[in-house]
Nanobody, 123 residues
Framework: QVQVVESGGGLVQAGGSLRLSCAASGSIFSINAMGWYRQAPGKQRELVAA???????NYADSVKGRFTISRDNAKNGIYLQMNSLKPEDTAVYYC?????????????????WGQGTQVTVSS
């Protein structure tokens, strides 16, 4: 099993910054990719930013130039530095982790989500 825990959400004024953290733990053999998604009320969950094991990154157009995703391989973690926040960034932010579990000599794929952290940007 894999546990994914996010932290760092909160309330901030427009133009402000927040830093989200995510850490995965459990019987992890390797991690292929990690990412941040968000879901605003009444909207579908959408990709915000993702990073692969090789360090390649992908961002939603709406956050390019404002958000930066980074990875800490030693902690099986990622961070999302969010600058110049806008009211439309208000959402619950979820961390997603994809990789391989270990169970003795057996290996299996996993795709796990955290419980989410609320980000609220006031105008």
């Amino acid at each position: 099993q894999v546990q994914v825990v996010e932290s760092g959400g909160g309330l901030v004024q427009a133009g402000g910054s927040l830093r989200l953290s995510c850490a995965a733990s459990g019987s992890i053999f390797s991690i292929n990719a990690m990412g941040w998604y968000r879901q605003a009320p009444g909207k579908q969950r959408e990709l915000v930013a993702a990073i692969t094991s090789g360090g390649s990154t992908n961002y939603a157009d709406s956050v390019k130039g404002r958000f930066t995703i980074s990875r800490d391989n030693a902690k099986n973690g990622i961070y999302l530095q969010m600058n110049s926040l806008k009211p439309e960034d208000t959402a619950v932010y979820y961390c997603n982790v994809q990789g391989t579990l270990k169970n003795g000599l057996a290996r299996s794929f996993f795709d796990s989500w955290g419980q989410g952290t609320q980000v609220t940007v006031s105008s």
